[in-house]
């Protein structure tokens, strides 16, 4: 069965970068039928997709979080890796990975709770 | 983008009634709407893809409908294990978007 394992810090200072990767199990990354995503839940708020990435690197990204983005994959080590860059107390929330099947979530980690303060 | 506007926002009920959510959309997605469980400090699971296509493992009692603009989810019979928040998410075209959820209360 599937298993997705985020892991990163868990406190960031604002205007550093957030440094997440999610290591994927049971199951090969470079599967063609799925993209790869990150989507993350402030606390006591709803879901914000960030972005998604296939296999082969070719990545979509939420044009509202684009410019501080980047999601990279190491097929070699089946994980993918999320990098958000300067961020603010506002990127404070549970950051989920998950596998996309055309587009929608199919499967989600347990997500990584990440504060950013000083 | 397209928005997703749930509703209600929360639902109280007691257990065995039978609930409904539903979720409209800023533009035409087709069928491309799924509806995601979120129970307290979990992660979401998917429940219903595509509109009205139950994913593998999920109860029966939970069903969906619509196309277009216009989507509910169903919940019959509800259960107490059912108290959680309800989201409904557009794959039809980037940015992926998700509603702003339905929490609903089991009496």
């Known amino acids: 069965q599937l298993q997705l394992q985020g892991s990163g810090p868990g406190l960031v200072k604002p205007s550093e970068t957030l440094s997440l990767t999610c290591t994927v199990s049971?199951?090969?990354?470079?599967?063609?039928?799925?993209?790869w995503g990150w989507i993350r839940q402030p606390p006591g708020k709803g879901l914000e997709w960030i972005g998604s990435i296939y296999h082969t690197g070719n990545t979509h990204y939420n044009p509202s979080l684009e410019s501080r983005v980047t999601i990279s994959v190491d097929t070699s080590r089946n994980h993918f890796s999320l990098k958000l860059y300067s961020v603010t107390a506002a990127d404070t929330a549970v950051y989920y990975c998950?596998?996309?099947?055309?587009?929608?979530?199919?499967?989600w980690g347990r997500g990584t709770l990440v504060s950013v303060s000083s | 983008e397209v928005v997703l506007t749930q509703s209600p926002d929360f639902q109280s009920v007691t257990p065995k009634e039978k609930v409904t959510i539903t979720c409209r959309a800023s533009q035409n997605i087709g069928s491309r709407l799924h509806w995601y469980q979120q129970k307290a400090d979990h992660s979401p699971k998917l429940l219903i893809k595509y509109a009205s296509q139950s994913f593998s493992g999920v109860p029966s009692r939970f069903s969906g409908s619509g196309s277009g603009t216009d989507f509910t989810l169903t919940i019959n019979s509800l259960e107490a294990e059912d108290a959680a928040m309800y989201y409904c998410h557009q794959s039809s075209s980037l940015p992926i978007t998700f509603g702003q959820g339905t929490r609903l209360e089991i009496k």
């Open positions: 049971g199951g090969s990354i470079s599967n063609v039928d799925y993209y």
């Open positions: 998950a596998r996309l099947f055309e587009a929608y979530p199919l499967d």
